[in-house]
C-alpha cells in the first residue's frame, strides 16, 4: 500500500513538475518568437539575386506605393484633381516620406531660361549644333518660324520665350530633357500639375516610405491606414494603393491563417488515429505528446537564438511532427508487446541509424548559405533529436511494464510477401509501375523556377497590378546602377566616368542619366572656356546684326532682343549654378543620405546589358546594379540547382550510412528502393496532374529523400538481422502519421506549404508501401532461393535508371558550347526553296507553364507554309496549327491556355522566325569570329569559320524583343543541321525549345550540305 502511494506521489510529482516546465516553456516561446516572411531567407547569402534584392530594399525601391484615383462614370474631370487635393493632406502615417503626385504649381521660368545654362553645357556635340544655328541661315530659319509661330492660335503665349531666346538655343538641351525622361515609363506628363493618365480619367500619387518588403506588420499598419483614407473619397471617385508591400503583408497573413488551422487539424487527427487505431487506450495520447513537446522545446531555443524565424519552417510543425513521432511508435508498440524488454533491445539500432539518417539530410541545410534551410534544418534536427530522446528514455516510464496488456493489434499484414508465389506477383506488380512511372514522367514532367510559387499573395492582387501596369506603365522596364560618393563634386566626377564607359559598351541612346545636365565642376570650367573662346566680339556683332535684319523683315521689334544679345556677349563665368534645373527633374537622379551622395543610372532590363554593366560595377568603383529581370531568373535558378546539389548529396550520404547500417552492398540497394520509387512516383504524379515541379518541390524531395530511407532500413533489419518483432503494423502507422502531416498541409492556401505537403504525402505513400510489400517479397524469394543473384540485378536495374535520370541535363538548359557535336568543317546553306519536315521534342515556356510535347513539323520555304502538330502521350494531340501565306489555322487543346487565343498564333509567328528567312542577303561584317548581317530590325550572327548561323535577333529600338540561338549542329540527311534550337523572348515566362531528332527532306534524295 505504502509503495502504491509512494508511485503515485511520485508520478504527481513528476507530472507537476513536467506542467510546469511545459508552462513555461510555452510562454518562454510566445514571448520570444518571432516569425517573417521574408524571401531573401529563401536565397543564398553569397548570390546575385540576394544583392540584387538587399540593394533594392537599401534604395528603397520596393517600399513605394502608387496610389491610384479614377473617376466612376459619369464624373466630371475636375473631381479628380479635387479629390487629390483633400487626399494628400490626409495621408499621414510614420512610414511615410516624400508624396509626389505631380510637379505642382512651380514656376516655369526654369524651361523659358534653359538656354542660360548653355556655357556650362557647351561639350564640342552641342558647340557643333550651336554654331549651325547662329549661321545666318540658321538665323533667318529661327526668325521665320518664330513668325510663322505668333501668327498661329498656338503662339499667342510664345511671346515672352520668342523674346528671351529669339534663335530657340533651349532647344538644345531639351533632347536630353526627353532622354532623362524615358527613365520612367509612366504615361503621364511629368511636368503637369498631377499626374493624370492617357483618358484623363485616372490620377496617380506616388507615396515613398522607409519600410522594407519584408516588413510584414508595418505594411499591414501603413496599407490600412491608406485603404481607410480611400474609403472617404468622394462618391464620385474610387482609389487603391498598389505595392510590393501588399504582398508582403498578404503573404505573412496567408502563412499564419495556415500555420494555426494546420496546427489545428494535425492535433486533432493524430490523436484520432491513435486514439481508434491502439483500441481506445489513453495512453497512446502519449505518443502525440512526445513530438508535440519537441517540437515546442525546438521551436523555443530557435527563438532564443533567432531574431525571427521564417513563417513556413513554423508552418510545417505538423509534417515535422508526423516524421518526429515514429519513433515514439515503435517504442510504444514495443512496450505493449508480450517481451517488450528484447524487443527495446531489438529496437534501439535500427531506430538509431534511422534517425541518423534523417538528421544527416536535414544537416546539409545547416552549410546550405541560406538563412531559411537553415533555419528549417535546425528546426527538424533539434526537433527529431529530441523526439528520440524523448521515446527512448521518458515514454517507456510513462507507458508501464506490464508485459502483454496491450497485445492486440488492430491490423495484421503477415500476408504480404510471405509465399514465393506472392512475392512473384508483388514484384511484377512493382515493376510496372516503375516502368510505367518512368514512361509517364518522361513524356509529361517539367521543371519551373520561377521565384512566383514563393509567393502565396492572392490571385486579385496580381490581377490588380496587372491591371494597373496595362494602364500607366509604357514601354520597357529598367534596370538601374546606383553610384555612391562621399560628396557632390566626387559624384559628379566619378558619375561622368561611368557614364563615358557605360554609354560605350550600352550605346548613348540606352543608358539614361542627368551627367548630360549635370556637369561636374571640372567639366564645367572647360565647357565654359570653349564657349568663351567661341562667342568673341567679333562673332557677336555679326549675330547681332543679322538677327536685327532678320527681325525688321518679319516685323519684330529689334529692340526685343537686346538682353539675348547681352547673354551672347557677356562672357560666361566659370562660377556657374546648376540650379536652373528645378528639384522635381533631377530628384529621380540624384539623391543625398545620410551616409553618401547617390546618382542613378537608368538601362533596358535585360540580361545582355546587366553582363556588360557588371565588369564595370563592384565594391572597387561604389557602384552597384539592381536588375528585377536579374532578381526574377537568378533567384530561381540558383534556389533550384542548390536544391538539386542537395538532392545528390543527401542520396551518396543516405546511401553511405545505410551501407554503414546493414554492411551489405545488395541490402542496401534493397533499402534504398522506397527512395527511388517515391521519387519516380512524385515525378509521374506531377507529370499526371501537370503541375511544374518547382522550388518548394525540390525542398520536399529533399526531406522525401531522407525520410523514405527509414522504411527501407526498417524492413531490411526485420528481413535479415533476425528482428524476432514484426515492425509492420508500426511503420504502416508511422507512414500513415507522415503522409496525414503532408496531407494536411496540401489544403494551406500558401504555395510553399501546397508543394512541400503534396511532395511528402505523395513520395511517403509510395515509400510504405513499397517497403511492406517489395521488401518483404525480395527477403521471401532470398529465403526460398529465389536466386540472390538475379535478384542483385534487379536492384541494380532501377538504380542505373535513376542514377541515368539524375545525370541528364534539364531540357530547359541549353549549354552555349560545343557549337557542334563533333570537329567538322561545312558549307552552310539553310534551305530557301526545299520542303522538309522535322521530328523534334519540342517545350513552350508560357506564363508559367511549361508545356512539353512530341513536334512533327513540316516547313515549305518556297510558299511558305510551316504545319505543326504536337503530341503528348501517345495519341493525345495538344497542339495544331498551319502558317501559309501570313495566315494562321490552329487548335489547342492545352487545358492551360486554350481559351487565350493569342497563344497558338504567338507560337505560329515564332515558329516561321525559327524555320524561316535564315539565310538572309547583304554584306556580312565580320567581328572577331563572328559575322553579321543587318536587315531592317533582324540581325544574324554567323560563325566566322563554319558558317553557321548562331543566332538571329530582332532589335527594336534597342532593345532586343526575341532571339533565336542555335546550337549543336550534326550532319543529318546529307545535310548540317542544328540539334537544338532556343528562343528566348523579351516577355519574362515565355520560350520556345526544340530538339531535333529526325531531319529528311521532301521529294528529293538529298538537300543542300
Request: net charge neutral; proline share 5%; aromatic share 10%.
Amino acid at each position: 500500500m505504502d509503495q502504491r502511494r509512494e508511485r503515485l506521489l511520485f508520478w504527481a510529482a513528476l507530472t507537476g513538475l513536467a506542467a510546469i516546465v511545459g508552462i513555461c516553456t510555452i510562454l518562454l516561446f510566445f514571448s520570444h518568437a518571432k516569425f517573417s516572411s521574408d524571401i531573401s531567407s529563401m536565397l543564398p547569402k553569397d548570390s546575385d539575386a540576394r544583392r540584387i534584392l538587399g540593394a533594392m530594399q537599401a534604395e528603397r525601391l520596393t517600399g513605394k506605393i502608387a496610389i491610384e484615383l479614377r473617376l466612376k462614370d459619369g464624373a466630371a474631370p475636375n473631381l479628380l484633381s479635387a479629390a487629390a487635393d483633400e487626399l494628400v493632406p490626409r495621408l499621414k502615417h510614420p512610414a511615410i516620406g516624400k508624396i509626389v503626385c505631380g510637379a505642382g504649381t512651380c514656376d516655369t521660368a526654369w524651361l523659358r531660361d534653359l538656354y542660360l545654362a548653355l556655357p556650362a553645357l557647351a561639350d564640342q556635340e552641342l558647340m557643333q549644333e550651336l554654331e549651325r544655328r547662329l549661321s545666318p541661315e540658321g538665323i533667318r530659319d529661327a526668325m521665320r518660324k518664330n513668325f510663322v509661330l505668333l501668327s498661329t492660335p498656338g503662339g499667342l503665349g510664345a511671346s515672352e520665350f520668342i523674346a528671351s531666346d529669339p534663335l530657340g538655343l533651349r532647344q538644345l538641351l531639351l533632347p536630353r530633357l526627353s532622354q532623362m525622361s524615358k527613365a520612367f515609363n509612366y504615361r503621364f506628363d511629368p511636368l503637369g500639375r498631377y499626374f493624370i493618365g492617357p483618358d484623363g480619367r485616372r490620377l496617380l500619387i506616388l507615396c515613398e516610405t522607409n519600410l522594407s518588403m519584408t516588413d510584414s506588420a508595418g505594411a499591414r499598419s501603413l496599407l490600412d491606414c491608406i485603404d481607410k483614407e480611400l474609403g472617404s473619397l468622394p462618391p464620385q471617385v474610387s482609389g487603391r494603393a498598389v505595392s510590393v508591400l501588399r504582398h508582403a503583408a498578404a503573404n505573412e497573413e496567408v502563412l499564419m491563417r495556415d500555420i494555426w488551422v494546420l496546427s489545428f487539424f494535425a492535433l486533432g487527427a493524430f490523436s484520432v488515429m491513435y486514439f481508434f487505431i491502439y483500441r481506445m487506450d489513453a495512453r497512446s495520447l502519449f505518443i502525440l505528446a512526445v513530438p508535440s513537446v519537441a517540437i515546442l522545446m525546438s521551436m523555443t531555443l530557435l527563438s532564443l537564438v533567432m531574431d525571427s524565424i521564417p513563417s513556413f519552417v513554423f508552418g510545417l510543425g505538423g509534417v515535422i511532427a508526423g516524421i518526429a513521432d515514429d519513433y515514439a511508435i515503435h517504442v510504444y508498440a514495443a512496450c505493449r508487446s508480450r517481451d517488450s524488454k528484447e524487443e527495446m533491445r531489438e529496437l534501439i539500432t535500427p531506430l538509431c541509424f534511422c534517425a541518423l539518417t534523417t538528421l544527416a539530410v536535414f544537416a546539409l541545410f545547416l552549410f546550405s548559405g541560406v538563412s531559411g534551410y537553415a533555419c528549417l534544418g535546425a528546426f527538424a534536427i533539434l526537433s527529431i533529436a529530441f523526439s528520440l530522446l524523448l521515446s527512448l528514455f521518458v515514454l517507456p516510464p510513462l507507458l508501464g511494464r506490464k508485459e502483454g496488456l496491450f497485445d492486440d493489434a488492430l491490423w495484421n499484414f503477415s500476408f504480404l510477401g510471405i509465399s514465393p508465389k506472392n512475392a512473384k506477383v508483388t514484384l511484377v506488380v512493382w515493376g510496372v509501375f516503375m516502368l510505367a512511372s518512368l514512361i509517364i514522367a518522361a513524356l509529361g514532367f517539367s521543371f519551373s523556377r520561377s521565384v512566383k510559387l514563393l509567393d502565396g499573395t492572392p490571385e486579385s492582387v496580381f490581377k490588380q497590378e496587372a491591371e494597373f501596369k496595362s494602364y500607366w506603365i509604357d514601354g520597357e522596364p529598367k534596370a538601374l546602377a546606383v553610384l555612391r560618393a562621399p560628396d557632390r563634386q566626387e559624384l559628379l566626377r566619378s558619375g561622368e566616368n561611368f557614364y563615358r564607359d557605360a554609354s560605350s559598351l550600352l550605346g548613348a541612346d540606352k543608358l539614361i542619366s542627368a551627367v548630360p545636365l549635370l556637369p561636374s565642376q571640372e567639366t564645367v570650367r572647360k565647357n565654359i572656356e570653349r564657349w568663351n573662346a567661341a562667342m568673341t566680339p567679333e562673332k557677336v556683332l555679326l549675330i547681332r546684326d543679322e538677327i536685327f535684319k532678320r527681325a525688321k523683315e518679319n516685323g519684330f521689334t529689334p529692340a526685343a532682343f537686346v538682353p539675348f544679345i547681352e547673354f551672347l556677349s557677356r562672357p560666361a563665368q566659370t562660377e556657374t549654378e546648376d540650379s536652373i534645373l528645378p528639384y522635381f527633374v533631377i530628384r529621380e537622379f540624384i539623391r543625398q543620405d545620410a551616409s553618401a551622395w547617390k546618382m542613378y543610372f537608368f538601362f533596358p532590363d535585360t540580361e545582355e546589358n546587366y553582363a556588360k554593366l557588371k565588369p564595370l560595377c563592384g565594391p572597387a568603383t561604389n557602384i552597384g546594379l539592381i536588375s528585377y529581370r536579374k532578381l526574377e531568373s537568378d533567384a530561381g535558378n540558383e534556389v533550384f540547382l542548390r536544391l538539386g546539389r542537395y538532392m545528390i548529396i543527401a542520396s551518396a550520404l543516405i546511401f553511405l550510412l545505410t551501407l554503414a547500417a546493414l554492411r551489405s552492398l545488395s541490402q542496401t540497394l534493397l533499402a534504398m528502393l522506397p527512395t527511388m520509387s517515391s521519387l519516380l512516383g512524385i515525378a509521374a504524379a506531377f507529370a499526371i496532374l501537370r503541375i511544374p515541379f518547382g522550388i518548394p518541390h525540390c525542398i520536399a524531395a529533399v526531406l522525401v529523400v531522407g525520410l523514405s530511407v527509414y522504411y527501407g532500413i526498417f524492413m531490411a533489419f526485420c528481413q535479415f538481422k533476425g528482428l524476432k518483432s514484426d515492425m509492420t503494423p508500426s511503420l504502416v502507422l508511422a507512414a500513415l502519421t507522415t503522409v496525414v502531416g503532408g496531407a494536411i498541409v496540401i489544403v494551406a492556401r500558401h504555395p510553399i506549404l501546397f508543394g512541400l505537403g503534396i511532395v511528402i504525402a505523395i513520395g511517403i505513400s509510395v515509400a510504405c508501401l513499397v517497403s511492406i510489400t517489395v521488401i518483404p517479397a525480395i527477403g521471401s524469394l532470398i529465403r526460398s532461393g529465389g536466386g540472390a543473384k538475379k535478384i542483385f540485378l534487379l536492384l541494380a536495374l532501377p538504380t542505373v535508371i535513376f542514377l541515368h535520370g539524375c545525370s541528364t541535363p534539364l531540357s530547359e538548359i541549353v549549354k552555349d558550347s560545343p557549337l557542334c557535336d563533333a570537329d567538322f568543317s561545312a558549307e552552310y546553306s539553310p534551305p530557301e526553296k526545299n520542303a522538309y519536315s522535322v521530328l523534334a521534342s519540342l517545350q513552350i515556356e508560357f506564363c508559367g507553364h511549361v508545356f512539353p510535347m512530341l513536334a512533327m513539323l513540316e516547313v515549305n520555304p518556297a510558299i511558305p507554309r510551316i504545319a505543326l502538330v504536337g503530341l503528348q502521350k501517345p495519341c493525345i494531340r495538344l497542339l495544331e496549327l498551319v502558317s501559309e501565306n501570313g495566315g494562321i489555322k490552329a487548335e489547342c487543346l492545352i487545358p492551360q491556355v486554350e481559351k487565350k487565343s493569342e497563344f497558338a498564333t504567338r507560337v505560329a509567328h515564332d515558329l516561321e522566325n525559327i524555320c524561316l528567312n535564315l539565310n538572309p542577303p547583304g554584306r556580312r561584317v565580320r567581328e572577331g569570329g563572328v559575322e553579321s548581317v543587318v536587315l531592317g530590325n533582324i540581325v544574324w550572327r554567323f560563325d566566322a569559320a563554319s558558317g553557321l548561323l548562331l543566332k538571329k535577333e530582332c532589335i527594336e529600338d534597342g532593345v532586343c524583343r526575341w532571339k533565336i540561338s542555335f546550337y549543336r549542329y550534326r550532319l543529318d540527311a546529307c545535310s548540317t543541321v542544328p540539334g537544338e534550337i532556343l528562343l528566348e523572348s523579351f516577355q519574362p515566362g515565355y520560350t520556345i525549345w526544340i530538339r531535333v531528332r529526325d531531319f529528311k527532306w521532301l521529294n528529293q534524295d538529298c538537300g543542300k550540305k
